[in-house]
Protein backbone atom coordinates (compact mmCIF):
# COMPACT_ATOMS: atom_id res chain seq x y z
CA UNK A 1 0.00 0.00 0.00
CA UNK A 2 1.31 3.36 -0.98
CA UNK A 3 1.23 6.53 1.55
CA UNK A 4 1.15 9.47 -0.27
CA UNK A 5 1.57 12.91 0.85
CA UNK A 6 1.41 15.18 -1.81
CA UNK A 7 -0.69 16.06 -4.88
CA UNK A 8 1.69 15.66 -8.00
CA UNK A 9 2.56 12.55 -6.56
CA UNK A 10 -1.18 11.44 -6.19
CA UNK A 11 -1.96 12.95 -9.96
CA UNK A 12 1.14 11.20 -10.91
CA UNK A 13 0.19 7.71 -9.68
CA UNK A 14 -4.18 7.83 -10.78
CA UNK A 15 -3.18 8.77 -14.17
CA UNK A 16 -0.92 5.71 -13.93
CA UNK A 17 -3.79 3.54 -13.22
CA UNK A 18 -5.91 5.39 -15.33
CA UNK A 19 -3.56 4.48 -18.43
CA UNK A 20 -3.71 0.77 -17.24
CA UNK A 21 -7.26 0.89 -17.84
CA UNK A 22 -7.93 0.80 -13.53
CA UNK A 23 -11.12 1.89 -12.09
CA UNK A 24 -10.81 4.17 -8.89
CA UNK A 25 -12.79 4.08 -5.79
CA UNK A 26 -12.01 7.01 -3.29
CA UNK A 27 -13.18 6.89 0.45
CA UNK A 28 -12.30 10.04 2.26
CA UNK A 29 -11.94 9.88 6.01
CA UNK A 30 -10.76 12.01 9.27
CA UNK A 31 -8.83 9.36 10.47
CA UNK A 32 -9.46 7.38 13.55
CA UNK A 33 -10.82 4.47 11.71
CA UNK A 34 -13.45 2.42 12.96
CA UNK A 35 -15.29 -0.75 11.60
CA UNK A 36 -17.40 1.50 9.41
CA UNK A 37 -15.06 3.08 7.94
CA UNK A 38 -13.73 -0.53 7.33
CA UNK A 39 -16.57 -1.57 5.75
CA UNK A 40 -16.67 1.76 3.44
CA UNK A 41 -13.61 0.34 2.14
CA UNK A 42 -14.57 -3.37 1.36
CA UNK A 43 -17.31 -2.33 0.00
CA UNK A 44 -15.37 0.38 -2.52
CA UNK A 45 -13.42 -2.89 -3.41
CA UNK A 46 -16.76 -4.39 -5.05
CA UNK A 47 -16.98 -1.05 -7.02
CA UNK A 48 -13.65 -0.89 -8.41
CA UNK A 49 -9.83 -1.73 -9.25
CA UNK A 50 -8.00 0.23 -7.23
CA UNK A 51 -9.35 1.68 -3.72
CA UNK A 52 -8.10 5.03 -2.64
CA UNK A 53 -8.24 5.97 1.35
CA UNK A 54 -7.77 9.98 2.30
CA UNK A 55 -7.15 10.92 6.14
CA UNK A 56 -7.38 14.53 6.32
CA UNK A 57 -8.78 16.22 9.58
CA UNK A 58 -10.25 19.09 7.96
CA UNK A 59 -10.11 22.22 9.73
CA UNK A 60 -12.70 24.16 8.03
CA UNK A 61 -15.57 22.00 9.48
CA UNK A 62 -14.84 22.76 13.14
CA UNK A 63 -16.48 25.40 14.39
CA UNK A 64 -14.68 27.62 16.94
CA UNK A 65 -15.45 25.44 20.37
CA UNK A 66 -15.46 21.79 18.95
CA UNK A 67 -12.64 19.38 18.88
CA UNK A 68 -10.55 19.99 16.16
CA UNK A 69 -7.16 19.80 18.26
CA UNK A 70 -8.59 16.73 20.11
CA UNK A 71 -9.73 15.10 17.78
CA UNK A 72 -7.34 11.55 17.91
CA UNK A 73 -4.75 11.18 15.36
CA UNK A 74 -4.18 7.44 14.77
CA UNK A 75 -2.86 7.27 11.54
CA UNK A 76 -0.05 4.82 12.27
CA UNK A 77 -2.46 2.61 13.60
CA UNK A 78 -5.49 3.88 10.86
CA UNK A 79 -3.07 2.57 8.01
CA UNK A 80 -2.23 -0.78 9.47
CA UNK A 81 -6.14 -0.69 9.35
CA UNK A 82 -6.38 -0.39 5.85
CA UNK A 83 -3.21 -2.12 4.63
CA UNK A 84 -5.06 -4.98 5.90
CA UNK A 85 -8.38 -4.14 4.17
CA UNK A 86 -6.63 -4.03 0.50
CA UNK A 87 -6.35 -0.69 -0.05
CA UNK A 88 -4.26 0.30 -2.30
CA UNK A 89 -3.23 4.15 -1.46
CA UNK A 90 -3.64 6.47 1.49
CA UNK A 91 -3.75 10.08 0.61
CA UNK A 92 -2.40 11.49 3.94
CA UNK A 93 -2.11 15.85 3.27
CA UNK A 94 -0.85 18.29 5.73
CA UNK A 95 -3.49 21.13 6.32
CA UNK A 96 -0.80 23.58 4.24
CA UNK A 97 -0.99 21.37 1.02
CA UNK A 98 -4.97 21.51 1.25
CA UNK A 99 -5.61 25.07 2.30
CA UNK A 100 -2.87 27.10 0.54
CA UNK A 101 -2.08 29.91 2.90
CA UNK A 102 -3.90 32.84 0.54
CA UNK A 103 -6.84 30.52 -0.81
CA UNK A 104 -10.05 32.31 -1.59
CA UNK A 105 -12.36 29.76 -2.90
CA UNK A 106 -14.77 28.47 -0.42
CA UNK A 107 -17.87 26.02 -1.51
CA UNK A 108 -21.47 26.49 0.05
CA UNK A 109 -24.10 24.39 -0.55
CA UNK A 110 -26.92 26.24 0.48
CA UNK A 111 -30.41 25.21 1.73
CA UNK A 112 -29.44 21.54 2.10
CA UNK A 113 -26.85 22.70 4.79
CA UNK A 114 -28.88 24.92 6.51
CA UNK A 115 -31.33 22.94 9.08
CA UNK A 116 -30.26 20.14 11.01
CA UNK A 117 -26.37 19.88 12.10
CA UNK A 118 -26.30 23.01 9.96
CA UNK A 119 -28.33 25.03 11.71
CA UNK A 120 -26.08 24.39 15.28
CA UNK A 121 -22.63 24.18 13.36
CA UNK A 122 -22.26 27.22 11.74
CA UNK A 123 -20.31 26.84 8.59
CA UNK A 124 -19.73 22.98 9.35
CA UNK A 125 -21.04 21.39 5.86
CA UNK A 126 -18.99 24.40 4.03
CA UNK A 127 -15.94 23.04 5.39
CA UNK A 128 -17.13 19.40 4.64
CA UNK A 129 -18.04 20.77 0.73
CA UNK A 130 -15.01 22.21 0.32
CA UNK A 131 -12.76 19.72 1.28
CA UNK A 132 -14.75 17.45 -0.40
CA UNK A 133 -14.55 19.08 -3.67
CA UNK A 134 -10.94 19.95 -3.46
CA UNK A 135 -10.46 16.48 -2.45
CA UNK A 136 -12.72 14.77 -5.81
CA UNK A 137 -10.40 17.19 -7.90
CA UNK A 138 -7.29 15.74 -6.49
CA UNK A 139 -7.91 12.34 -6.67
CA UNK A 140 -10.17 12.52 -9.82
CA UNK A 141 -12.06 9.37 -8.86
CA UNK A 142 -14.94 7.64 -10.39
CA UNK A 143 -16.63 6.41 -7.67
CA UNK A 144 -16.60 7.55 -3.73
CA UNK A 145 -18.31 6.00 -1.21
CA UNK A 146 -19.71 7.34 2.15
CA UNK A 147 -21.15 6.56 5.45
CA UNK A 148 -25.36 7.00 5.84
CA UNK A 149 -24.61 8.07 9.42
CA UNK A 150 -24.26 11.50 8.59
CA UNK A 151 -26.97 11.37 6.27
CA UNK A 152 -26.93 15.24 5.94
CA UNK A 153 -23.34 15.28 4.48
CA UNK A 154 -24.48 12.82 2.02
CA UNK A 155 -27.17 15.13 0.80
CA UNK A 156 -25.13 17.71 0.91
CA UNK A 157 -22.38 15.93 -1.28
CA UNK A 158 -25.14 14.80 -3.78
CA UNK A 159 -26.06 18.36 -3.92
CA UNK A 160 -22.67 19.13 -4.76
CA UNK A 161 -21.81 16.48 -7.42
CA UNK A 162 -24.93 17.26 -8.99
CA UNK A 163 -24.60 21.21 -9.42
CA UNK A 164 -21.09 20.97 -10.22
CA UNK A 165 -21.28 18.22 -12.94
CA UNK A 166 -18.95 16.04 -11.33
CA UNK A 167 -18.58 13.20 -13.10
CA UNK A 168 -18.66 10.91 -9.98
CA UNK A 169 -20.66 7.81 -8.41
CA UNK A 170 -22.10 8.20 -5.08
CA UNK A 171 -22.48 5.05 -3.13
CA UNK A 172 -24.07 5.94 0.43
CA UNK A 173 -23.11 2.75 2.75
CA UNK A 174 -24.91 1.74 5.58
CA UNK A 175 -24.66 2.62 8.80
CA UNK A 176 -22.55 -0.01 11.52
CA UNK A 177 -23.50 -0.74 14.42
CA UNK A 178 -21.84 -1.77 17.72
CA UNK A 179 -23.79 -4.89 19.12
CA UNK A 180 -26.29 -3.01 21.76
CA UNK A 181 -27.31 -0.41 18.88
CA UNK A 182 -25.03 2.77 19.05
CA UNK A 183 -23.35 3.78 15.59
CA UNK A 184 -19.83 3.62 15.07
CA UNK A 185 -18.65 6.83 15.33
CA UNK A 186 -15.02 8.39 16.01
CA UNK A 187 -16.29 10.41 18.29
CA UNK A 188 -17.26 7.73 20.69
CA UNK A 189 -14.14 7.06 22.27
CA UNK A 190 -15.23 10.81 23.82
CA UNK A 191 -17.98 8.92 25.98
CA UNK A 192 -17.24 8.23 29.76
CA UNK A 193 -18.38 5.14 30.93
CA UNK A 194 -21.50 5.71 32.34
CA UNK A 195 -22.54 8.16 28.96
CA UNK A 196 -21.28 4.97 26.97
CA UNK A 197 -24.28 2.40 28.96
CA UNK A 198 -26.68 5.25 27.93
CA UNK A 199 -25.53 6.36 24.07
CA UNK A 200 -27.11 3.66 22.66
CA UNK A 201 -30.82 4.64 23.89
CA UNK A 202 -30.45 7.11 21.02
CA UNK A 203 -31.01 4.24 18.36
CA UNK A 204 -33.58 2.40 20.89
CA UNK A 205 -35.32 5.76 20.94
CA UNK A 206 -34.53 5.88 16.71
CA UNK A 207 -36.68 2.19 16.36
CA UNK A 208 -39.11 3.44 18.92
CA UNK A 209 -40.19 6.16 16.97
CA UNK A 210 -40.18 4.01 13.83
CA UNK A 211 -42.62 2.11 15.26
CA UNK A 212 -45.01 4.64 16.76
CA UNK A 213 -45.19 6.06 13.07
CA UNK A 214 -45.85 2.65 11.62
CA UNK A 215 -48.90 2.44 14.22
CA UNK A 216 -50.16 5.88 13.03
CA UNK A 217 -49.26 7.98 15.92
CA UNK A 218 -48.17 11.93 14.51
CA UNK A 219 -44.81 12.98 13.49
CA UNK A 220 -45.08 15.85 16.38
CA UNK A 221 -46.21 13.29 19.12
CA UNK A 222 -43.77 10.94 17.89
CA UNK A 223 -41.01 14.05 17.87
CA UNK A 224 -42.09 15.19 21.14
CA UNK A 225 -42.34 11.82 23.29
CA UNK A 226 -38.73 10.74 21.62
CA UNK A 227 -37.10 14.34 23.08
CA UNK A 228 -38.79 13.84 26.36
CA UNK A 229 -37.14 10.49 26.11
CA UNK A 230 -33.86 10.89 25.81
CA UNK A 231 -33.42 14.23 27.93
CA UNK A 232 -34.77 11.86 30.46
CA UNK A 233 -31.76 9.61 30.55
CA UNK A 234 -29.44 12.48 30.15
CA UNK A 235 -29.32 13.49 26.43
CA UNK A 236 -29.29 17.00 25.60
CA UNK A 237 -31.31 17.01 22.43
CA UNK A 238 -30.27 19.38 19.38
CA UNK A 239 -33.31 17.70 17.43
CA UNK A 240 -35.49 14.73 16.38
CA UNK A 241 -37.12 15.37 13.59
CA UNK A 242 -38.63 13.22 11.02
CA UNK A 243 -38.18 14.15 7.37
CA UNK A 244 -38.44 13.64 3.60
CA UNK A 245 -35.99 11.38 2.67
CA UNK A 246 -35.30 13.10 -0.93
CA UNK A 247 -34.80 16.62 0.48
CA UNK A 248 -35.08 16.56 4.34
CA UNK A 249 -38.23 19.32 3.95
CA UNK A 250 -40.11 18.30 6.96
CA UNK A 251 -42.53 15.41 6.77
CA UNK A 252 -45.96 15.53 5.02
CA UNK A 253 -48.75 13.04 6.64
CA UNK A 254 -48.92 11.82 3.10
CA UNK A 255 -44.92 11.36 2.10
CA UNK A 256 -43.63 8.04 2.03
CA UNK A 257 -39.79 7.81 2.13
CA UNK A 258 -38.90 9.00 5.24
CA UNK A 259 -36.04 9.48 7.45
CA UNK A 260 -36.01 9.97 11.27
CA UNK A 261 -32.87 12.26 12.20
CA UNK A 262 -31.55 12.66 15.59
CA UNK A 263 -28.30 14.62 17.20
CA UNK A 264 -27.74 14.99 20.89
CA UNK A 265 -24.85 15.73 23.46
CA UNK A 266 -24.06 13.30 26.23
CA UNK A 267 -21.74 15.35 28.37
CA UNK A 268 -19.19 17.02 25.85
CA UNK A 269 -20.06 14.33 23.13
CA UNK A 270 -22.43 15.38 20.48
CA UNK A 271 -23.55 12.01 18.45
CA UNK A 272 -25.87 12.05 15.18
CA UNK A 273 -27.94 8.82 14.22
CA UNK A 274 -30.84 8.35 12.08
CA UNK A 275 -33.30 5.54 11.10
CA UNK A 276 -35.16 5.18 7.39
CA UNK A 277 -39.46 5.02 7.44
CA UNK A 278 -40.97 3.42 4.58
CA UNK A 279 -44.62 4.44 5.29
O1 LIG B 1 -17.29 12.21 7.26
C1 LIG B 1 -16.11 12.60 7.42
O2 LIG B 1 -15.26 11.89 7.96
C2 LIG B 1 -15.72 13.98 6.91
O3 LIG B 1 -16.75 14.89 7.08
C3 LIG B 1 -15.20 13.98 5.47
C4 LIG B 1 -16.30 13.55 4.49
C5 LIG B 1 -14.02 13.05 5.34
C6 LIG B 1 -14.76 15.39 5.07
O4 LIG B 1 -13.75 15.85 5.89
Request: with cysteine.
Amino acid sequence: MKIIPTISDIRHCVQNWRNAGERIAFVPTMGNLHAGHLQLVREAKCHATKVIVSIFVNPTQFGVNEDFSDYPRTETRDCEQLAAEGCDLVFLPTVETIYVPTAQTFVSVSDISKNYCGATRAGHFDGVATVVCKLFNIVQPDVALFGLKDFQQFAVIQTLVRDLHLPIELIGVPTVRELDGLAMSSRNGYLNEQEREIAPQLYRTLQQAHDNLKFGQSIVDVENVAISELTQVGFVVDYFKVARRSNLQAAMPNDNALIILVAAKLGKTRLIDNLWLEK
